[in-house]
Nanobody, 124 residues
Framework: QVWLVESGGGSVQAGGSLRLSCVLA????????MGWFRQAPGKEREGVAA???????MYADSVKGRFTISQDNAKKTLYLQMNSLKPEDTAMYYC??????????????????WGQGTQVTVSS
């Protein structure tokens, strides 16, 4: 069984920062693509950032220059550093992984494994 466990969410004021983590527990695959997604109340889930198997990263236009995705393969951990947070960044954030493709991009249907989510709330 594969578990993706997110942490690091919380409440911050606009302009603040948070760092999300996602640990791939019991993930026996050595290579995989990963991504961060978010879903605000009443809205569809959207891709935020992703990293391919070869390390190529991509970002949604709304977070470019403010968010940074990174990973520590030895720790099987994915990170999302979020700076200059805005109220519109408020959402439940999910990490996703897939060992069966080299790139999932920001397309949620490409990922087979998902975490339970961590809430991020940004107040103005």
């Amino acid at each position: 069984q594969v578990w993706l466990v997110e942490s690091g969410g919380g409440s911050v004021q606009a302009g603040g920062s948070l760092r999300l983590s996602c640990v791939l527990a019991q993930f026996s695959y050595s290579e995989y693509c990963m991504g961060w997604f978010r879903q605000a109340p009443g809205k569809e889930r959207e891709g935020v950032a992703a990293v391919d198997m070869d390390g190529t990263t991509m970002y949604a236009d709304s977070v470019k220059g403010r968010f940074t995705i990174s990973q520590d393969n030895a720790k099987k951990t994915l990170y999302l550093q979020m700076n200059s947070l805005k109220p519109e960044d408020t959402a439940m954030y999910y990490c996703a992984a897939d060992p069966f493709r080299s790139s999932g991009g920001l397309r949620e249907y490409e990922y087979n494994y998902w975490g339970q989510g961590t809430q991020v709330t940004v107040s103005s």
